[in-house]
């Protein structure tokens, strides 16, 4: 747990266990106010307070809104913390049915700490309690004859651990009580979908589609799809599926139950996509004209809810045989770990992608067929979601925007041509 004090670049570090001493003392004089001192430790700039112990004084007075305490008998205890590297840092007590705001006597009771103590800006931890628990808790510190109030930072850790564990249950829940495997599936597919679709920034789309090309080819039906969202010009739905063109994409991934036995299949699927004939046209960027950009990498993946696998080497074993179109770049089995693989490519020599079309997809072909892993990197399974989430998002900032769709190659289809000049 930890707290920051902006103002003054102060910050406080409270062990979980710690904190659940002082939250059990709180409850255990309840309706009478308890409290205590803290001892701890700084860090060598002492802009940061570690707070490993809770002392508890051996004289003390409560009641309802008192709580007095005596340093008597406590000169072996902080003989004893001060050979373990702890010193006195501050006080904590209870406000009984009240709120965490300090009162006049609190601060009174800090201006004396000061200087009995001697010490730099003492902190004091009010924790306001209920007959059914712990309502709430402020950490202050006293500087300048005033109380500070620190603010309670976001563990992010602990933050992605419980959104992934939701997740999880969510994935779980189906994949238990739904017993149709396609309804079982497609339940799947959606929770990925709509937690892609509530992360991710605006500017991408997330769905279930078939991806098509200007010729009319099509890739096999893809579970996830990251597409482009301002520079789509069209979309089209027939007989239940989604069609998008192949220039809008920027990432396809296969979602399976279980990653055992799916990782080639997921391969062919996500080649299937690559492989598709993509235009590049200049557009008009700031009031000027830029060339046809090179075609981006499209970004391969699978997603699973767990791994039969005893080992993570099989699944790295399987990605290390995929080669060219059909490589991935990451992935996340929630109950093992999200992974990606980091490649050398070689950058095709003779070829100008800007200049003309057919080199641009030459380019991107040889890019993959160059492909030699260098490294497949596991991340933690407590946080496999985010970590995968957030590579992700990586790998999405490097590509920038897609290429600019030529919509006259689509327009040959029905023997029409639109004028593209401004």
């Not at 001493?21 to 570690?50: C, F, K, W």
Request: aromatic share 10%; proline share 3%; glycine share 6%.
């Amino acid at each position: 747990m930890k707290y920051y004090l902006a103002s003054n670049d102060l910050y406080i570090e409270i062990q979980a266990f710690v904190f659940n001493q002082i939250q059990l003392q709180a409850e255990s004089e309840y309706p009478n106010e308890n409290g205590g001192m803290l001892a701890g430790r700084y860090s060598a700039d002492r802009h940061t307070v570690y707070i490993e112990k809770v002392v508890v004084p051996m004289e003390k007075r409560t009641g309802r809104a008192t709580f007095m305490r005596s340093t008597k008998g406590m000169e072996k205890v902080w003989k004893q913390l001060a050979k373990d590297g702890l010193r006195y840092v501050g006080e904590w007590h209870s406000h009984p049915n009240g709120s965490t705001q300090y009162s006049s006597t609190d601060l009174a009771a800090m201006v004396d700490i000061e200087k009995e103590v001697t010490i730099e800006n003492p902190l004091l931890l009010i924790v306001g309690v209920r007959s059914d628990g712990l309502s709430a808790h402020t950490f202050y510190c006293y500087k300048n004859n005033k109380l500070l109030e620190y603010k309670k930072m976001i563990d992010l850790r602990e933050l992605f651990h419980g959104l992934q564990e939701q997740m999880l249950v969510s994935l779980n829940v189906n994949r238990k009580f739904i017993e149709h495997p396609g309804s079982k599936g497609d339940a799947t597919e959606q929770h990925w979908i709509e937690f892609l679709r509530t992360y991710l920034p605006d500017r991408y789309k997330v769905d279930k589609a078939i991806v098509i090309d200007s010729t009319g080819n099509v890739s096999e039906q893809m579970d996830v799809v990251i597409y482009d969202a301002i520079y789509t010009p069209f979309i089209f739905r027939q007989d239940g599926f989604m069609y998008i063109p192949a220039e809008s994409v920027y990432a396809v991934f296969e979602v399976k139950q279980d990653v055992k036995g799916h990782i080639e299949y997921a391969a062919q699927k996500i080649e299937s996509v690559r492989k598709l004939k993509r235009t590049s046209i200049g557009m008009v960027a700031s009031g000027k004209l830029t060339p046809a950009r090179q075609l981006t990498k499209i970004i391969g993946g699978i997603l699973t809810t767990t791994s039969s696998y005893k080992e993570n080497d099989t699944v790295i074993n399987q990605l290390k045989k995929l080669k060219g179109l059909q490589t991935l770049d990451l992935g996340c089995l929630c109950d093992t770990g999200s992974f990606y693989v980091d490649y050398s490519e070689t950058i095709p020599e003779g070829i100008d992608p800007t200049k003309d079309i057919n080199d641009n997809r030459k380019y991107i072909e040889q890019v993959y067929e160059s492909r030699e892993v260098n490294e497949i990197k596991f991340g933690n399974k407590d946080v496999s979601l985010f970590t995968f989430f957030l590579q992700l998002v990586s790998y999405l900032k490097s590509i920038g925007t897609v290429p600019a769709i030529d919509i006259n190659a689509y327009l040959k289809a029905i023997h029409a041509k639109i004028d593209e000049d401004i």
